[in-house]
């Protein structure tokens, strides 16, 4: 049994008429009969009973003909299937995000991106990743790049990562905090300041980065809160809540949420980047990592 002869058989079923379905089918009328009869020989019954006027179904035919049918659209819906994954897969990139300065820098990647892909088709999915999920996201390609602080991902030989910036750390605090209108800080004066931080428990990268920052600050600060993620933080700075060590890109995205000032003696930066699977054979990852490393390359990275 060939899909060829399920099609002449429906054609001929629908037209009833051998000729007519020959003529639908742009091949000889002796070629559909014997496609059909080779059909019925192969089922053992009559599928069609055929007169000199026209050509009808059986009741063994009209049960063939529903499956006939059936198997003839999960046939043309498997080929459609197919070629759009092929097309989702050449142009669809499932992009993940921690926190909301990742989020920031991969909408100035991605829209510069697409426009210097106008017309050829780029369809990116984001997804919020917590930070103890983006190495399992990464390994089980649920995601194709994240972007989040490059500590995360170092230690894994499967992962590689392209660092795009290092910003220095600063304090963040609420408009309405004592320290808002002040450029600079002594350390001292952060002693007793209740400090808030997003939860890092997932990376032990990450974790062993924010030790670095108190023992340059000298002391560990009072943690009143850590947040799920750095939004949530934000918020309970900007409300009063307490104070929060932050990348100085975060002068620019948040300046009327947030006063920003200066540790004195106080040197640290924070690596960003993004991180992609190794064996991850994607042609549009492979596509959008070549747009950025030129990016990066030239210093064209927007932040």
């Not at 009973?49 to 049918?69: D, I, M, W």
């Amino acid at each position: 049994m060939t899909f060829q002869q399920l099609r002449y058989f429906i054609a001929t079923a629908d037209y009833k008429s051998f000729s007519k379905a020959a003529e639908s089918c742009y091949v000889a009328q002796t070629a559909i009969s014997k496609q059909i009869a080779n059909l019925e020989d192969e089922l053992d019954c009559q599928l069609l009973a055929r007169n000199k006027h026209q050509v009808q179904l059986t009741r063994s035919g009209e049960v063939f003909y529903r499956y006939a049918q059936e198997i003839l659209h999960l046939c043309d819906n498997a080929v459609q299937g197919t070629k759009m994954a092929k097309m989702l897969e050449m142009t669809h990139l499932r992009i993940g995000y921690w926190g909301i300065l990742e989020q920031r820098m991969l909408i100035n990647l991605v829209k510069k991106y697409k426009k210097n892909r106008e017309g050829q088709g780029f369809s990116p999915l984001y997804s919020s990743v917590d930070l103890n999920k983006v190495v399992p996201a990464l390994l089980n390609q649920e995601q194709d790049v994240v972007l989040m602080p490059t500590s995360v991902v170092k230690d894994n030989p499967r992962i590689d990562y392209l660092p795009l910036a290092e910003p220095d750390i600063c304090l963040a605090v609420g408009k309405d905090h004592p320290l808002a209108a002040r450029r600079e800080v002594e350390r001292e004066e952060l002693r007793r300041e209740n400090f808030i931080t997003s939860d890092t428990s997932g990376s032990a990268g990450l974790q062993q980065l924010r030790e670095t920052y108190w023992e340059q600050l000298g002391f560990r600060p009072n943690m009143l809160l850590y947040a799920a993620e750095t939004e949530s933080a934000l918020l309970m700075v900007e409300t009063g809540g307490g104070v929060m060590l932050v990348t100085e890109l975060m002068r620019q995205y948040s300046p009327k949420r947030l006063s920003f000032c200066t540790i004195k003696g106080f040197h640290a930066t924070q690596e960003i980047g993004m991180a992609w699977l190794r064996e991850n054979g994607s042609p549009s990852l492979r596509e959008f990592l070549q747009f950025v490393r030129q990016e990066e390359k030239t210093g064209q990275i927007e932040l």
